[in-house]
């Protein structure tokens, strides 16, 4: 099988882009700053292992709970 320096490299936007995705959603749910949490992912999807290594600190992560929203943002529950 012949793989190219392209495909290689449009695999690895692909992948970046899907853990840019996974980061965000996860980042919702599990940290106060989702926007970070996408960025970081987009640049963990480049290196492969870190990746997925990424995705799986994220989802088992302990949710922030909405008390804790509300302190980080500044208002008073």
């Known amino acids: 099988m012949n ?3 392209t495909l290689i490299g449009q695999i690895a936007f692909a992948l ?3 853990c840019a995705v996974a980061g965000y959603v996860l980042g919702k749910r599990k940290t ?3 926007k970070l949490m996408a960025v970081l992912g987009f640049i963990f999807g480049f290196i492969p292992p870190l990746g997925p290594i990424f995705i799986l600190v994220l989802a088992l992560k302990k949710d922030v709970s909405k008390a804790d929203e509300s302190i980080a943002v500044g208002n008073k529950a």
Request: charged residues 0%; proline residues 11%.
């Open 32 to 34: 106060n700053n989702p």
């Open 16 to 18: 970046s882009i899907l």
């Open 3 to 5: 793989l190219n320096a």
